[in-house]
């Protein structure tokens, strides 16, 4: 089930990419940050039967356990996430069209929103992309321009797009309205999710805790006043997965 962002509570296929040329404070999937020896695969949606299978996977394979997946009424969308998504976007070119074809379902693309030139090339197999916005005082990565770039590409394409930014306890109001004044330069119209970085205590965990750390209900509200300055939709919402164990 989908926990973040426009799509959250919806039922969809996550197709989790290996590999991220980012390295993000908050990250709870840092596993993904090199190619792991093994990927898991869930055989019955939602009851969390994963079985183990070696990397790499050849397209063929993938097609097939989607294809297990793709249960007659159950899923919304097939999520792409990572990792960074945009990172294989030469494999992407070659199978969204498969993958589309074999489940009739919408593609939904999430990515960090710091590579543009990527995007492009996927834009007419995409319906809908959750960007990010990374904070420096949050993430500790800065692409201000890039994000700035990814936005109007997708504006200009009127390709669907929503953006979430992270909020932790150390996040500067500055770097905000940078963001909200991206955004409302850009597209107005796009919603702006807050999401409050949700730490992870289990073994699994990998949110560096001297690093970050959950932000107030105060400030959360304060932020959202601020962003209603730049666009009209600004949503708080938690990592529900997390609460709901769906990791």
Not at 144 to 169: D, G, M
Not at 185 to 191: K, L, Q, R, W
């Amino acid at each position: 089930m989908q926990g973040e962002g426009l799509n959250v509570g919806t039922r969809q296929i996550f197709i989790r990419f290996a590999l991220c040329d980012l390295r993000c404070h908050f990250c709870d999937s840092s596993n993904t940050w090199k190619m792991p020896e093994i990927c898991r695969i869930e055989n019955t949606p939602g009851l969390r039967d994963f079985q183990n299978h070696l990397n790499p996977v050849t397209p063929e394979k993938l097609l097939a356990w989607v294809q297990q997946q793709n249960k007659p009424f159950i899923h919304d969308s097939i999520s792409l996430t990572g990792g960074e998504t945009l990172i294989h976007t030469l494999f992407l070119i070659k199978f969204l069209p498969q993958v589309r074809d074999l489940t009739k379902l919408p593609i939904y693309l999430e990515t960090g929103g710091h590579r543009p030139q990527q995007l492009a090339q996927l834009i007419p197999h995409l319906d809908l992309v959750g960007m990010d916005i990374k904070l420096p005082s949050v993430s500790g990565e800065n692409h201000w321009q890039a994000h700035k770039e990814f936005l109007k590409l997708c504006y200009e394409s009127k390709l669907e797009v929503f953006v979430k930014i992270i909020v932790s306890k150390n996040t500067e109001l500055m770097d905000l309205k940078i963001a909200g004044e991206i955004v409302r330069n850009v597209n107005p119209g796009s919603p702006i999710f807050l999401q409050p970085v949700t730490p992870l205590d289990t073994p699994t965990g990998s949110i560096n805790h001297n690093l970050i750390s959950s932000p107030s209900p105060k400030q959360i509200l304060m932020w959202q006043v601020l962003m209603k300055e730049f666009v009209k939709e600004v949503r708080v919402l938690p990592q529900t997965h997390k609460i709901l164990n769906q990791l």
